[in-house]
């Protein structure tokens, strides 16, 4: 396909548009029923999205080649299994990508969606996606595509499930193979500004008092005698004795094992913890999740969280190594890089999702890290959007 029309469902900020665009599509219809994603949309490429996709008529969208769409993962009802496809689908967003392609009956269609569909709800969500396709005329593969931009040297994990749909009368779609063997090496380095390319740095940067709490961390896991970094959560409140009145059996046994370990990380280190603990509460930031640590940064003879990337999360500070960036994702939750003291920025992620420097986010920060972390990665749109269209 030399030049397509193609239609963008779901479109948030234009992942699937950026990937189109660059194979040689043009967008004649998008849609997005959150309005600062469709003037972000219009702000970059000069089209206004239309609103909620459930309350648009198939005769209303223009004809396509190729149909786009990163849908919400829903579940389907088990008992339209009985009554049909429809049934099964009915009021959910997928629905509404059947109606449009039964109306239109484009070429192809490509949908991405997060991993857990594949496994959604023990199959049941694959079997009816895949089964309703088919049933409206597409070849598919049996199984969906799982993969992740770190697999081609984008430095962000984000396994997500991709569907290939190519109408039967012109051909089946070649299996989709990936050696994960062949994965390129990611370095976070090649999406980073510069700090002097960065305007009001100052907002990214990490607070005075979480950097004091990091050296705090820092110093805990360099001065315990371990055999090995703990593989389970640190909890400040829980490196102490054991309260023999305390029943520990009204918790989950996932949580009684940590709270042993603690204690066991406690037993080994009691001189230590007790000198370091009563300084590390007088950090004001020392309470809740960042009296918490999740070391997932294998094992190193010194291990230091500024050479690592960190997120402060509800479950704790999870450190990472820093080969590649965790998934963004769509509540403000971004990434601290250790070497740089400073989050994320925009345009940082912007680069993750493999859009152009061109791209313009949305001039309010929340959303634009929003829209970023609800985003398709380009470069897997573009990957199997060739692999679909055979180029
Ligand atoms: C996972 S995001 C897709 C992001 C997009 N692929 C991108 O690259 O930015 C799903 C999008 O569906 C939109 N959405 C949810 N319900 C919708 C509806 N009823 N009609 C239109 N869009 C909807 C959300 O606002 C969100 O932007």
């Not at 849609?31 to 949309?41: L, M, N, Q, V």
């Given at each position: 396909?030399?030049?397509?029309?193609?239609?963008?469902?779901?479109?948030?900020?234009?992942?699937?548009?950026?990937?189109?665009?660059?194979?040689?599509?043009?967008?004649?219809?998008?849609?997005?029923?959150?309005?600062?994603?469709?003037?972000?949309?219009?702000?970059?490429?000069?089209?206004?999205?239309?609103?909620?996709i459930t309350k648009i008529e198939a005769c209303d969208i223009p004809a396509h080649d190729v149909l786009c769409a990163g849908f919400p993962c829903q579940a389907f009802s088990k008992a339209g299994k009985r009554l049909g496809f429809d049934d099964e689908t009915k009021g959910t967003l997928f629905f509404d990508?059947?109606?449009?392609?039964?109306?239109?009956?484009?070429?192809?269609a490509l949908l991405e969606n997060v991993r857990n569909l594949a496994s959604h709800d023990k199959g049941n969500t694959w079997r009816v996606i895949h089964d309703k396709l088919v049933s409206l005329g597409y070849n598919l593969l049996p199984e969906p595509v799982i993969f992740s931009p770190h697999y081609v040297g984008i430095p962000q994990h984000r396994e997500r499930v991709y569907i290939m749909c190519v109408k039967k009368e012109i051909g089946d779609i070649r299996p989709f193979t990936f050696d994960k063997k062949e994965m390129a090496s990611c370095t976070i380095e090649s999406i980073l500004q510069k700090d002097d390319e960065i305007p009001n740095i100052q907002e990214y940067r990490i607070s005075p008092d979480l950097e004091d709490l990091i050296d705090l961390w820092n110093e805990f896991l360099q001065n315990i005698v371990v055999d090995k970094l703990p593989g389970f959560p640190v909890w400040s409140d829980r490196l102490c004795d054991l309260d023999p009145h305390e029943d520990l059996?009204?918790?989950?046994?996932?949580?009684?094992?940590?709270?042993?370990?603690?204690?066991?990380?406690?037993?080994a280190?009691?001189?230590?913890?007790?000198?370091?603990?009563?300084?590390?509460?007088?950090?004001?930031?020392?309470?809740?999740?960042?009296?918490?640590?999740?070391?997932?940064?294998?094992?190193?003879?010194?291990?230091?969280?500024?050479?690592?990337?960190?997120?402060?999360?509800?479950?704790?500070?999870?450190?990472?190594?820093?080969?590649?960036?965790?998934?963004?994702?769509?509540?403000?939750?971004?990434?601290?890089?250790?070497?740089?003291?400073?989050?994320?920025?925009?345009?940082?992620?912007?680069?993750?999702?493999?859009?152009?420097?061109?791209?313009l986010p949305d001039v309010k920060q929340a959303q634009a890290y929003k829209q970023f972390g609800n985003a398709v990665n380009v470069e897997c749109v573009k990957l199997f959007g060739r692999h679909l269209f055979n180029i």
């Open positions: 396909m030399k030049s397509f029309k193609y239609i963008d469902l779901f479109c948030g900020i234009g992942g699937f548009h950026q990937a189109m665009q660059s194979l040689g599509g043009k967008c004649v219809f998008a849609s997005d029923i959150d309005e600062d994603c469709r003037k972000t949309y219009e702000a970059n490429y000069g089209i206004k999205p239309t609103g909620d990508i059947c109606r449009i392609l039964e109306f239109h009956k484009p070429k192809y059996t009204e918790y989950p046994s996932w949580k009684q094992n940590f709270i042993h370990k603690n204690n066991e990380l406690y037993l280190n009691r001189g230590f913890i007790s000198e370091w603990l009563p300084r590390a509460k007088r950090n004001p930031l020392f309470f809740g999740a960042k009296a918490k640590l999740e070391w997932q940064a294998g094992q190193t003879k010194l291990p230091n969280i500024w050479n690592q990337i960190f997120q402060l999360r509800p479950s704790g500070i999870r450190v990472k190594v820093n080969s590649y960036f965790p998934a963004l994702v769509a509540i403000v939750q971004t990434s601290i890089i250790g070497s740089r003291r400073r989050f994320l920025t925009p345009r940082e992620c912007a680069r993750l999702q493999s859009f152009p420097d061109t791209f």
